[in-house]
């Protein structure tokens, strides 16, 4: 079974510049969660879609930062301007869902931004 | 109060010892408790699940101790390649699937 998949792997770019990231999650998980992960911390989670809606963006920052999944499969996740502080790495895990039960998140390998 | 708390180490330690790790949760209405490995540079991925009554899978234990809101991973005959980062994690109540991940705890085995 192909796991998560995103790109690109890597990014650096100068401040004030726009990226974007995109993955696309296990094949059947309605679920997607785009992370943050700054190094030494664990991963943040920024957004949260169930099929193509969002259930949880509280810690998004929604000035610079933005997410959409179209079709309920692949998403992207852009920032616009970049600043400094947003060299990270940034993780795409999807999951299957159920209220009652948490599922198993499965994270991809994750774009390692640099921002100069 | 970090919403998840864990000793960073690193925690340094020969072949074949036991090694434990805590953690501490602050939210008393948290159901779902997990460890997840990150090795260098990787992809975090689930170790294991931690139930009530407590469970082992092969060298791994794990507790969970909801009076005091606390959970711990006991890791037997350390081999080198359970070097890595042990995330201790636990789902927000209310929340569709969302996991709280602490800083995790670093642990080097060397020969």
């Known amino acids: 079974e192909a796991g998560v998949a995103q790109s690109p792997r890597y990014k650096i770019i100068e401040k004030r510049q726009s990226v974007a990231f995109w993955c696309n999650p296990i094949?059947?998980?309605?679920?997607l969660y785009w992370y943050q992960q700054i190094l030494g911390q664990g991963p943040k989670l920024l957004i949260q879609?169930?099929?193509?809606?969002?259930?949880?963006d509280s810690q998004l920052p929604k000035d610079r930062f933005s997410a959409e999944r179209l079709k309920g499969v692949d998403s992207t996740l852009k920032i616009q301007p970049a600043k400094l502080e947003d060299s990270a790495v940034y993780l795409c895990?999807?999951?299957?869902?159920?209220?009652?039960?948490?599922?198993?998140?499965?994270f991809g390998p994750g774009t390692r931004l640099t921002v100069t | 109060r970090k919403e998840v708390e864990q000793d960073p180490g690193p925690f340094n330690v020969p072949e074949g010892a036991t090694v434990a790790f805590n953690c501490t949760y602050s939210?008393?209405?948290?159901?779902?408790f997990f460890w997840y490995r990150q090795d260098c540079r990787k992809e975090p991925k689930l170790l294991m699940s931690?139930?009530?009554s407590g469970n082992e899978d092969g060298r791994f234990t794990a507790q969970l101790n909801r009076a005091s809101q606390y959970i711990s991973l006991l890791i037997r005959d350390s081999k080198l390649s359970d070097s890595a980062t042990y995330l201790c994690?636990?789902?927000?109540?209310?929340?569709?699937?969302?996991?709280?991940f602490g800083a995790g705890t670093r642990l080097a085995v060397h020969p």
């Open positions: 895990a999807s999951s299957l869902l159920r209220r009652t039960t948490t599922y198993e998140q499965y």
């Open positions: 094949s059947g998980h309605a679920t």
């Open positions: 879609f169930q099929n193509n809606g969002v259930v949880d």
């Open positions: 939210n008393s209405a948290s159901q779902s």
């Open positions: 931690v139930y009530s």
């Open positions: 994690v636990v789902n927000a109540p209310g929340g569709y699937n969302k996991l709280i």
